[in-house]
């Protein structure tokens, strides 16, 4: 009998970063009542923190980022798009996603609410500092920075 043992030699940069820009909205639901606050919570876990997940946790922010601009949640979308980013998507990936918006919902669609939106600047932002050499968790912090819920575009305002 043959046993093979598999793990990382190394701890890569991120993997010590906590996920940015987690949900800040649900503890309204409990102004609202105790019970819904309670079912959605259970909700969020049984969705993004499943044990053995069928669809891991980046396919879920991209299919996630699609759904919400298909609703023109731009807001979501865009902090979807941060949280990918963080996780390790790739620019090569974002860069099919968004000739996807542009197929799937139409290039007028495209260029009057998604080319000025908060996420194709984040998007842009992203591919200007890799052409810079900027490393992924520099450019993580400076997502998470310029588009955190202080910005009136991207964040919870009370």
Do not use: C
Not at 45 to 53: G, I, S
Not at 60 to 75: D, F, H, Q
Not at 135 to 153: D, V, W
């Amino acid at each position: 009998m043959y046993h093979a043992h598999f793990y990382r030699n190394e701890i890569k940069e991120d993997d010590q970063q906590e996920l940015p820009l987690k949900p800040t909205v649900m503890p309204r639901y409990a102004d609202i009542d105790p019970a819904i606050a309670e079912l959605t919570v259970n909700f969020w876990n049984h969705t993004w923190n499943k044990d053995n997940p069928a669809i891991g946790i980046e396919q879920k922010l991209l299919l996630s980022l699609a759904n919400a601009v298909g609703a023109g949640r731009i807001k979501q979308a865009t902090r979807e798009l941060i949280k990918a980013y963080h996780l390790g998507v790739t620019t090569e990936e974002f860069d099919e996603l968004f000739a996807l918006f542009v197929w799937n919902q139409g290039i007028g669609h495209f260029s009057s609410e998604i080319a000025g939106s908060p996420l194709f600047k984040a998007y842009l932002l992203i591919k200007d500092l890799e052409k810079k050499n900027k490393s992924r968790s520099e450019i993580s912090t400076a997502l998470s920075e310029k588009f955190s819920e202080k910005n009136p575009e991207t964040g919870f305002n009370n």
